[in-house]
C-alpha cells in the first residue's frame, strides 16, 4: 500500500529537495514448511527473512514508482536491521505469524526527475507488535556501468571452470550454525579458535534449496547473509559457549563491496568481541564478519548474537 503524500508522481521533488515516499507491505513470515528459513529449532523467526523482503521490495519500488527504467539492476551496498527485543521475534509451532513493514523511500541523485539511488528507512512488526527498524541504500546502474563492474569483478575473482572449487572439507554440524539438515550448512573447514577469531569456508551446497546464482549470474545476498548467520553463531558458541539452538542475530549491519562469483572459493573470517548482557540479561556478543573472495573483500558486517532464555 503506498501512502502517497500527494496526487503528484513520487519523481516530482519540492523546492527543498527530494521528499520522502512511504509504502506499507504485508506478508507471512516464512513457516516451518520453508527448507531454509523453517530449518532449525523453531525457536525464532530468521531476522534475515526481514532483511530479504526489503532487499526485494526495494528493486521493485524504484522501477515501479520513481520511473527508474527497467534495464537499470538495483544494487544494495548498505544495509542494517536491529531488534531492540529478540522475543519479539518467537516462533510458536504451528502458528502464521505477519510481518508488517513500513518503509520510507527517499529518493537520491535525481537527475531529469529520475534518482540514480534510493535510501530506505523501515519499521518492523510482527502481528502488530514492533519488532525493528532497518536502513538501507540501493543504486540502480545503467547496463554499461554494472557490466564494467560485474567484468572487473569476474577478473579479480578469475572463476575457475564448474567443479574446479575446492571440495568441502571438516564439515560442520548444523546444530553448530542452528540448522538440522546438513544440505542447509555452508560453512566448512573451521580453523583452529584463536583469541575470538575463527575463519571457515564458504560453499553452496549441491543441495541447497536456493538457486546457487541469480539471472545476474551472481551469488544472491541470500546466501552472503545465511553464510554470515552461521559463522556469527559458529564463533559466539566455541568462543563463548553462547548454545546455538537458543540463538539469533538480535542486530546485522551489512556493508556490500562487490560481487560474490560462482565457482571460486569463498571465506568467511569472524572476530567475537566480549560476551555481555542486554537489558533483559540475555547473554550477547558482537562479532565482525568479513567475507572474501581470491583475496578481495566483497562484504563486511557487524552482527549482535544472542542467546534467549
Known amino acids: 500500500m503506498h501512502r502517497a503524500r500527494s496526487w503528484d508522481p513520487p519523481e516530482q521533488a519540492d ?63 548498505r544495509f542494517t536491521l536491529t531488534t531492540p527485543d529478540i522475543s519479539t521475534w518467537r516462533a510458536e509451532a504451528g502458528r502464521t505469524a505477519l510481518l508488517t513493514t513500513r518503509i520510507r523511500v527517499r529518493p537520491d541523485k535525481v537527475i531529469d526527475g529520475v534518482p540514480r539511488a534510493l535510501e530506505f528507512r523501515t519499521d518492523l512488526r510482527i502481528d502488530d507488535v514492533p519488532c525493528g527498524t532497518g536502513t538501507a541504500n540501493v543504486v540502480f546502474l545503467p547496463p554499461v556501468v554494472y ?17 574446479s572449487a575446492k571440495p568441502r572439507t571438516a564439515v560442520v554440524d548444523p546444530a553448530e550454525v542452528g540448522r538440522t539438515r546438513p544440505g542447509n550448512v555452508l560453512v566448512h573447514g573451521p580453523s583452529p579458535l584463536a583469541h575470538g577469531r575463527l575463519s571457515v569456508g564458504v560453499s553452496v551446497p549441491a543441495a541447497w534449496p536456493l538457486p546457487a546464482t541469480t539471472a545476474h549470474g551472481h551469488v544472491p545476498a541470500t546466501v552472503q547473509l545465511e553464510a554470515l548467520r552461521q559463522t556469527a553463531l559458529l564463533c559466539t558458541g566455541r568462543t563463548h559457549r553462547l548454545a546455538p539452538e537458543r540463538c539469533t542475530l538480535s542486530r546485522l549491519e551489512v556493508h556490500f563491496r562487490g560481487y560474490v562469483e560462482p565457482g571460486t572459493e569463498l571465506r568467511c ?41
Do not use: K, M, W
Open 15 to 77: 523546492a527543498a529537495g527530494p521528499v520522502h515516499e512511504e509504502f506499507v507491505l504485508t506478508g507471512e513470515l516464512p513457516h516451518h514448511a520453508h527448507p531454509l528459513f523453517g530449518d532449525g529449532p523453531h525457536r525464532f523467526h530468521d531476522l534475515q527473512a526481514g532483511a530479504e523482503a526489503v532487499r526485494e521490495i526495494g528493486e521493485f519500488l524504484g522501477q515501479s514508482l520513481f520511473r527508474i527504467p527497467a534495464d537499470r539492476t538495483g544494487i544494495f551496498y
Open 147 to 163: 557490466r564494467n563492474h560485474l567484468a572487473h569483478s569476474r577478473t579479480s575473482a578469475q572463476p575457475g571452470p564448474p567443479g
Open 269 to 309: 573470517a569472524a572476530v567475537a568481541g566480549p560476551c555481555a548482557r542486554d537489558a533483559r540479561g540475555r547473554r550477547q556478543s558482537p562479532v565482525t564478519l568479513t567475507l572474501t573472495q581470491a583475496g578481495r573483500a566483497v562484504l563486511e558486517a557487524v552482527a549482535t548474537v544472542t542467546e534467549d532464555f
